[in-house]
C-alpha cells in the first residue's frame, strides 16, 4: 500500500467526523431531534470530539453542545455529568478565538438554566477564565463571555458575589465602553444582573465607574441598548436613596424623560421603571421627578401604551402622592387621576387595576380637596364593583377596598357619595353615612372632638 493510499485513510476519517460532526450541531437546532439525539448517547462523541486534532472539528462540537445544552436543563445536566466542563474551561483559555467563542456558548446554555448548574461551572474554575476573555482582543470573545458571566451573576446574590470577586465588573466597565453594539447591550445586561441582588452588589456596579458611562449612552439610538441601560440604572437606583442619589447625580434628567417617548415598548416600561425607583424613597427624590417634569411625563406615556408597559408608571405615581400632599396635588394638577381612571376601567389584567386602584387610593387619601379630585371622575363606582366581583383577584379586590375607604374618609363631595347608599356593603356604608354626618351635621363632630365625648345612636 502506497504512502497516498495511507494518507486517504486518514483523510476519509477526518472528512467522516468533520460530516458527522457538522451533521449534529445542524440536526441540533430544530427541537424535534433532540430526544433522538440524547437516547443515540450524542453527548460522550461530541465529548470525544472536543479532543479532535482538528480545530475546525472541536469548535463544531462545541457549537453542538452548546445548542444542545440550550434546549433545557436535562441536557446542560448531561454536560455536566459527562465531565465536559473542566475540558472546556481547559481549552478556553489555550484556544483560538472561535473555539473560545464557542466554549463560552456551552457555559452560557448550561449556565442559563438553575442557580445549580451555574453553581457547578463556578465551581469548575471557569469564572476566571472568562474574565480573562473579557480582555481578549476579538470583541465576539468578550461578548461570548460576557454572556456567560450574565447567566451565572442573574440566578442570586451568591453566584453574582463570585463573578464580583473574580474581577468581571471593572472588565464588564470597560466593554460598554467599546463600540461594538452587542458588546455594550451584553454588558450593560450583565452589570444589571449583578446590581439587582443587594445594596452591596449594587454599590460594587457604582465603584466601578459604570454610573456615569450608563448614563452617557442614554441618548444612544440604539433601543435595545437603552432598554438595558435604563434596566442597570434601576436595579442600582432601587436598593436605598444614597444609591438613587448617585443615579441622579450622574445627570440622568431631563434626558431620561425623552426614553419615555420612544416607539420601542421596552424602553419606555424601563424608562418608567427608573423614574419609579428613584421616586420612592423620599419625598425629596420625587420633588426633583415633579420639578423636571417627570410626572407629566409618565402620564403622558401612560396615555400612549397599554398593558404592563403602563405599570411602571402607574405605581410611580402611587410612590410621588403617597409622600405628601403638595406631591400628590401634583400629580392631579398633571391630570394623573383621570389617566389612572382609565386604566382602571380599560386594562383587562387584574395586576395592572390593582395597581392603578392603589395609586388612586395613594392621591385622594391626604384631604378633601384631594379626595373630590378623585371622586369626581366617576371612579369610586368602578372600585366598589370590582371590590364586589367575585371574579377579581383577591389582591384587586383588598386595593379596591382600602382605596375606597382611603378616598371615603377624605371625601366631602355628596355627589359622588350618594350612588354608595343604594349599593355600598355594610362595612363600606358605614363610612359613606359617617361622611354626610361631618357634611350635614358638623355641630355633632364639633362637641365630639371638643368634649371628648361620644354621641350614642339615640342622640
Known amino acids: 500500500m502506497s504512502q497516498r493510499q495511507v494518507l486517504q485513510v486518514f483523510e476519509q476519517y477526518q472528512k467522516a467526523r468533520t460530516q458527522f460532526v457538522q451533521m449534529v450541531a445542524e440536526l441540533a437546532t430544530r427541537p424535534q431531534n433532540i430526544e433522538t439525539l440524547q437516547n443515540a448517547g450524542v453527548m ?49 483559555a489555550e484556544q483560538n478565538r472561535f473555539y473560545k467563542k464557542a466554549a463560552a456558548f456551552v457555559l452560557r446554555a448550561v449556565g442559563k438554566h438553575s442557580p445549580q448548574l451555574a453553581q457547578a461551572i463556578v465551581d469548575c474554575g471557569a469564572l476566571d477564565t472568562l474574565v480573562i476573555c473579557l480582555e481578549d482582543f476579538d470583541p465576539g470573545v468578550k461578548e461570548a ?34 463600540p461594538e453594539i452587542a458588546l455594550k447591550r451584553i454588558a450593560a445586561s450583565a452589570l444589571s444582573d449583578i446590581a439587582k441582588h443587594s445594596p ?39 436598593h436605598s436613596v444614597d444609591l438613587a442619589e448617585m443615579v441622579v447625580e450622574a445627570e440622568i434628567f431631563p434626558v431620561v424623560l425623552t426614553c419615555l417617548k420612544d416607539k420601542d415598548e421596552y424602553v419606555k416600561k ?50 410621588v402622592a403617597a409622600h405628601s400632599e403638595n406631591l400628590a396635588m401634583a400629580v392631579i394638577i398633571s391630570k394623573g387621576v383621570p389617566q389612572l381612571s382609565v386604566c382602571l376601567s380599560e386594562e383587562p389584567e387584574d395586576h395592572i387595576k390593582a395597581a392603578a386602584a392603589w395609586a ?99 342622640e
Not at 204 to 230: C, R, S, W
Not at 398 to 409: D, M, N, R, T
Request: charged residues 15%; neutral net charge; aromatic residues 6%.
Open 44 to 92: 460522550s462523541l461530541l465529548r470525544t470530539l472536543l479532543l479532535d486534532v482538528v480545530p475546525t472539528i472541536q469548535q463544531t462540537a462545541a457549537l453542538a453542545l452548546g445548542r444542545l445544552a440550550n434546549y433545557n436543563d436535562d441536557l446542560a445536566e448531561a454536560v455536566v455529568k459527562c465531565d465536559i466542563l473542566p475540558q472546556l474551561v481547559y481549552s478556553l
Open 145 to 178: 463571555a460576557a454572556w456567560a458571566l450574565r447567566y451565572i451573576a442573574r440566578h442570586n446574590a451568591e453566584l453574582s458575589q463570585a463573578v464580583v470577586d473574580a474581577g468581571a465588573v471593572p472588565l464588564l466597565v470597560f466593554c460598554i465602553q467599546e
Open 200 to 238: 452591596e452588589l449594587a454599590q460594587t456596579v457604582v465603584d466601578a465607574g459604570a454610573v456615569a458611562y450608563l448614563a452617557q449612552m442614554l441618548l444612544n439610538p440604539d433601543a435595545k441598548l437603552k432598554h438595558q441601560i435604563l434596566s442597570a440604572l434601576s436595579q442600582v437606583s432601587k
Open 270 to 319: 424601563n424608562a418608567s421603571t427608573l423614574i419609579r425607583e428613584i421616586a420612592k424613597h423620599t419625598p425629596e427624590l420625587s420633588q426633583l421627578v415633579v420639578n423636571t417634569g417627570g410626572v407629566a411625563a409618565v402620564i403622558d406615556c401612560i396615555g400612549s401604551c397599554k398593558g404592563n408597559t403602563r405599570l411602571p408608571g402607574i405605581m410611580m405615581l402611587g410612590y
Open 360 to 458: 388612586l387610593g395613594q392621591i385622594g387619601r391626604h384631604t378633601p380637596e384631594h379626595a373630590r379630585a378623585v371622586a369626581v371622575t366617576n371612579i369610586l363606582p368602578v372600585l366598589l364593583s370590582l371590590y364586589m366581583s367575585t371574579e377579581s383577584s383577591e389582591d384587586l379586590q383588598v386595593k379596591s377596598k382600602k382605596a375606597i375607604k382611603s378616598i371615603l374618609q377624605k371625601c366631602t363631595y355628596l355627589p359622588a357619595l350618594e350612588p354608595f347608599l343604594y349599593d355600598a356593603p355594610p362595612n363600606i356604608l358605614k363610612h359613606v353615612v359617617g361622611q354626610f354626618s361631618k357634611v350635614l351635621f358638623p355641630w355633632i363632630f364639633r362637641y365630639t372632638s371638643a368634649e371628648g365625648g361620644q354621641l350614642s345612636t339615640t
